[in-house]
Each structure stands twice: as structure tokens, then as C-alpha cells.
């Protein structure tokens, strides 16, 4: 069965700190994909990254970071020198051998606020 | 940029009436998906759509639930007879599947920015 589990439900830091948002997923494939995506309080859903299951290379963009392991099943999210501007709430979600018609299930999302 | 549209941004409806959540998906996307998340939960996949029909759906997806695409344009989910429960934020996604030569598709789903439905 595929899950997606975010234990942090609400972290709170002070702007400039880093902060890790950790996400581990269950799957039975071997071919998937891994998301983050990120929900302002405006509602909307803001795709931030997309990972496939071959690539474990991390990535950096900006001040976001992430972080893929297959040998724990994670797939981690560092945000460095925070901003008020990254309060929100962050989901990571995974998709099972993606041909189009794979449903995207997430996780229930880390909370994160942003302190001035 | 190509985007997901839906509309209304917000209905308000009285329990027991219909209403008819409308997207327009991304041209050439031939892939379309409801997802629903109730307030502070987590976002629930309802069904997924392709070659008009429904390729999924989940257990939320009952009876009262009905989706369609009526013309070249519009992808829409009906629910028949509305209940408290359903009040929560519907968002619609689409995508357009290609295949790379590692048998992984190189698109993904691009989501609609939700209709909130209360259902009073």
C-alpha cells in the first residue's frame, strides 16, 4: 500500500533559522514519484518539486533543498535562512509508477510558521 | 504559462441541493482529477478521468458524486444532493503523460487553485 507519513504536524522557527521538514514514504513500486508541494494561507496548492524514484540525486533550488534517500525511504525538505514568506503548509505526496492516470497521495502536511 | 482554472472560487450551498464545480483543464491535457480536502486536513484524491470515463476513484467518490466533461474544455463534478460533510476545498488537476525511455512519465499534475464549498 503507498503512504506518505510528514510526523511533524507544526514546527515554529525564527525567520533566518533552517528548518528540515521530514517526509517517508511506503510503495511497493519500484518506479515512482515524490512531491513537495507548499499551501499558503490563500488555499492555493504551489507544485515546488517533482522526484522520480531513479533520480537520488539531490537538489537545490534557491533556498529550498531536498533531500532523497531509497535506503530510508525519505524524502526531506530543508528550507534555509527562512522568511516570514515561507509560512504554510507543506505536503509531501507520492505518485505510483505515474502514466497519467495515478492519483497523487499526500500526506497530512507540516505546518510551519515563520517567526519575526 | 498554461493553467488550471476553476470555477466558482467560493459556493455556498444549503444541504440537500446540487451543485456543479466546473475546471478547465490545460489544453492539451488528456488526464483530469477532483481531489478534495476537508479544512486542515489533508488532500484526498476523489477520481481520475481519461478517454471520458473514469480511469479511479476512491471511496469518497460515491453515488452522490458524478464528474463529466460536457464539451472540448470543461471538467466538471456534480454533487447530487449535498451533505455537511461535503464542505471543504475541491481541486481539480490535470496532466498530459509522456514517457521517457525509462518507462517514467515526464509530466505531472498541474492543480487548480480549489473552490471552497460550504455546505450549510
Known sequence: AQKVTQAQTEISVVEKEDVTLDCVYETRDTTYYLFWYKQPPSGELVFLIRRNSFDEQNEISGRYSWNFQKSTSSFNFTITASQVVDSAVYFCALSEAPQGDDKIIFGKGTRLHILP | EPEVTQTPSHQV????????????????????????????????????????????????????????????????????????????????????????????????????????????
Open chain 2, 13 to 120: 450551498t444549503q444541504m440537500g441541493q446540487e451543485v456543479i464545480l466546473r475546471c478547465v483543464p490545460i489544453s492539451n491535457h488528456l488526464y483530469f482529477y477532483w481531489y478534495r480536502q476537508i479544512l486542515g486536513q489533508k488532500v484526498e484524491f476523489l477520481v481520475s478521468f481519461y478517454n471520458n470515463e473514469i480511469s479511479e476513484k476512491s471511496e469518497i467518490f460515491d453515488d452522490q458524486f458524478s464528474v463529466e466533461r460536457p464539451d472540448g474544455s470543461n471538467f466538471t463534478l456534480k454533487i447530487r444532493s449535498t451533505k455537511l460533510e461535503d464542505s471543504a476545498m475541491y481541486f481539480c488537476a490535470s496532466s498530459s503523460p509522456g514517457v521517457a525511455t525509462s518507462g517514467v512519465s515526464t509530466d505531472t499534475q498541474y492543480f487548480g487553485p480549489g473552490t471552497r464549498l460550504t455546505v450549510l
